[in-house]
């Protein structure tokens, strides 16, 4: 670090073909990008779904098939990875269009990447650790569009892919910079058939990215500036899709927002994210309805470090009485969105406290938390949300 001002790799992202009606393109980018035999990755309560036929219609009708693959868990795991490269080998494949919510995304990423890598090489040794990335072989990956259709994970956004390890239980970030998709199509009209529990939690899922990268300590002011903004387009759009979820125009911020949240978190996620991994991987619970249930916990476990940022994150958001203002306003949207109001109504259970605390503790998102996570403190805080 020289003369103070420090020294971070950053990375901004891809290509976003924005806008109502852009599933259309799909076939357009995906010739464009020169794949001739995609292999759409979706889950199953989607596959049967008309914004899935409708996409599969557009490609069938430029010639490039109608091939699917939907075997897809809602936290994914290697089971679920080595089905899909199994169908990705023998259909032909030559690029993957990651059609669905962050499963689907995160899941046809890993497709995309171990098909072809040498036979030695397990996706666990590509975990988001120092360089581990190197390790693959960067040409034998294969090409990736992104289609979300929820407005949470913004894994569309993304470098990397979260796959649950199905012995363990543990959740991992894989990472390669050749897992950026090529190009995204965020159309705001796929998202309007979520159910509302789903709405709900991608939602909370996008609010605890930008809450989180806001609150790390880590110097990225560009990822600082989005956050802001995310949260500020949760807060006054997720309420409104909740209620009408034919809102295109609402439902177009929170696709912007899903996509700021990620690209936010190069700043570092914190103790929302370490807790609620072990608790998805253990307890298969949602991911974002997860993070919401932990969030004004977590917010009181780092408030003597973050009180001075929020305050001035309430101020921009109008929000009156600072640090209290915002966490009543969380509270306030957790009721709104029907959230659980704590782990032990997910099925959390006292007895796996001690696992889950391990679990957490080797989280990567532990190291952007604004206060140091302690086995001790973790704990307690595990206890707190119960």
Request: aromatic letters at 6%.
């Amino acid at each position: 670090m020289s003369h103070g001002v420090p020294n971070r790799n950053w990375s901004y992202p891809t290509a976003i073909k924005f806008g109502v009606g852009r599933i259309s393109e799909l076939a357009d980018h995906v010739k464009s990008i020169g794949l001739t035999k995609p292999l759409l990755v979706t889950d199953k309560a989607l596959s049967s779904l008309p914004i899935t036929a409708a996409a599969l219609n557009v490609l069938a009708a430029a010639g490039l098939g109608r091939a699917v693959f939907s075997d897809v868990d809602p936290n994914p795991n290697e089971a679920n990875m080595v089905a899909g490269i199994a169908v990705y080998l023998a259909g032909g494949h030559d690029g993957v269009i990651c059609f669905g919510g962050g499963s689907a995304l995160d899941l046809g990423k890993m497709i995309a990447l171990m098909a072809h890598q040498r036979k030695d090489l397990s996706v666990w040794d590509l975990e988001d650790i120092d360089d581990w990335y190197t390790r693959a072989d960067a040409s034998k990956i294969a090409p990736i569009i992104a289609v979300p259709t929820t407005a949470g994970t913004g894994s569309e956004v993304g470098r990397a892919g979260v796959l649950t390890n199905s012995a363990t239980h543990k959740k991992k970030i894989i990472f390669h910079p050749k897992l950026m998709p090529a190009i995204t199509i965020c159309d705001p009209a796929l998202t309007v058939g979520m159910p509302k529990f789903i709405t709900a939690g991608t939602g909370m899922d996008a609010l605890a990215h930008c809450l989180e990268a806001y609150s790390s300590p880590f110097y990225h002011p560009m990822s600082q500036g989005i956050a802001l903004e995310g949260l500020r387009l949760v807060f006054e759009n997720l309420p409104v899709v909740y209620k009408d979820p034919t809102n295109l125009m609402a439902r177009g911020h929170m696709m912007s927002a899903a996509a700021m949240g990620a690209v936010a978190f190069q700043k570092g996620l914190g103790a929302i994210h370490s807790l609620s991994h072990p608790v998805g991987a253990v307890y298969g619970t949602h991911h974002g309805t997860t993070n919401a249930v932990v969030m004004p916990m977590v917010l009181d476990f780092n408030r003597h470090a973050i009180e001075e940022r929020i305050n001035a994150a309430a101020a921009y958001l109008g929000i009156k009485g600072g640090f209290d203002g915002f966490r009543a306003r969380i509270m306030d949207l957790r009721a709104e969105l029907a959230i659980p109001a704590n782990l032990s109504a997910m099925g959390v259970e006292v007895a796996r406290l001690d696992e889950l605390t391990d679990i957490a503790l080797e989280d990567p998102s532990c190291g952007g938390n604004p206060v140091e996570m302690t086995r001790e403190n973790t704990r307690a805080l595990f206890a707190a949300c119960l």
